[in-house]
């Protein structure tokens, strides 16, 4: 994920992935700047954490359970400065 003007962009926004995949999620702002970043997918997780959250200059990751239904699942991303806070409500889609 970037972050300019307080608008989040992804690479890519839905993330299509397997059963045992792992996903990583990192911000990176103006020159290079990482920021705090918090996922939250809810009790119905396709990944074997709900919550996941890291300070800056970590990645935030979850892997894909192996008995996880597939489907498309919302997530709620926040990104912190220290002074103010981006969300977004991006997908994660699980292949068959």
């Known amino acids: 994920m970037t972050l300019k003007n307080g608008d989040i962009s992804y690479a890519p926004y839905r993330i299509i992935v397997n059963r045992g995949d792992q996903i990583e999620w990192e911000c990176i702002g103006k020159k290079g700047v990482k920021y705090h970043v918090a996922v939250h997918v809810g009790w119905d997780s396709p990944l074997n954490k709900g919550r996941i959250r890291a300070l800056p200059g970590k990645k935030v990751s979850g892997v894909v359970l192996d008995e996880a239904k597939h489907g498309t699942y919302k997530y709620f991303v926040a990104i ?3 002074k103010n806070i ?3 409500d ?7």
Do not use: L, N
């Not at 991006?90 to 068959?96: D, F, G, Y």
């Open 90 to 96: 991006p997908e994660i889609i699980v292949r068959r």
């Open 86 to 88: 981006w969300t977004d």
């Open 80 to 82: 912190s400065d220290g």
